[in-house]
């Protein structure tokens, strides 16, 4: 085969919380990963060495700061490898956005090189390769619906919420993940989240009602800088979608709407007055 072509999903937060600091200096996570069918086309082929990365976009890098470069890298070092590789990043995914993007081309990278070179690396190889390049990596390598504990890497699958539909609204700012969690080491937020109530709906199928404490301490933190976080939200809220939250750090607003409400999800989509923001409807996978 010429060259192997791969999904690589992006993914919501239906819940964000922080327990604390690690040893290790990442922080204590608890939260609720959900897949959408928002993707990037990541396309691998063959060179003789070296590891090369291409993409349509001009806003993300592509050498060695590049996610997927350092999923090539790692898995490079971690087998018999003796090639190199080709990336081409078909960007769909909003970049600094809250929604795994780098995180997700880089697990689909390491899940494409097994395949396209035959490398018969184990899936606890994989997850071990994926925890090393970053903390959401693990679950990009397994798309569908995951709590998720420790750095974002310890993962328990739940049952599947394939019944929603996703509205995603992202201004035209990007945020660092990295200074957002700063801001709240500093802050004084304290938000209570039902993590045991919350699960147990998942598990139990029952639908999703944003009244029952669904919530990411994080928001409180990235609206203080970026207005248009709130201001989108109650956009969103006014026309019906209670569903309402920020993913991640930020800055991308997100909706889960029922599917029967499709009609009003594409006329709020297509009608949306703020020209600047990337705004689009997809579902849960």
């Known amino acids: 085969m010429e060259q192997l072509s791969i999904k690589a999903y992006a993914k919501i937060n239906l819940f964000l919380n922080i327990k604390g600091i690690r040893d290790d200096g990442y922080h204590e ?61 078909d960007k769909n995914i909003p970049v600094a956005a809250g929604l795994a993007g780098g995180s997700t081309d880089a697990a689909a990278v390491i899940k494409g090189m097994n395949k396209y070179f035959n490398l018969d690396l184990e899936k606890d190889k994989l997850h071990d390769i994926a925890s090393q390049v970053g903390s959401d990596v693990p679950f990009c390598l397994k798309p569908g619906t995951a709590f998720a ?19 995603l609204v992202k201004p035209p700012v990007m945020v660092s993940t990295k200074k957002i969690y700063e801001m709240y080491d500093k802050s004084n937020y304290n938000i209570e989240i039902p993590i045991k109530k919350l699960l147990s709906n998942i598990k139990k199928r029952n639908s999703l009602n944003i009244k029952d404490g669904w919530a990411n301490v994080l928001e409180p933190v990235t609206k203080n800088i970026v207005k248009e976080v709130e201001t989108i939200e109650n956009i969103l809220k006014n026309k019906g979608f209670d569903f309402t939250l920020m993913t991640g750090s930020g800055p991308t607003v997100f909706s889960l709407v029922e599917k029967s409400k499709k009609e009003l999800i594409e006329k709020t989509v297509q009608n949306w007055q703020r020209k600047q923001d990337f705004i689009t409807h997809t579902e849960t996978i």
């Open 29 to 89: 996570l608890e939260m609720v990963m959900q897949s959408i069918n928002l993707y990037d086309n990541i396309k691998i082929s063959s060179r003789k060495k070296g590891i090369n990365i291409e993409t349509n976009s001009d806003e993300i890098p592509t050498g060695k700061d590049n996610l997927a470069y350092k999923a090539a890298q790692r898995v490079i070092d971690e087998s018999n490898f003796s090639k190199g590789v080709n990336i081409f990043i």
């Open 149 to 167: 504990t420790g750095r974002g890497d310890k993962l328990e699958y739940l049952n599947s919420l394939k019944s929603y539909k996703v509205i």
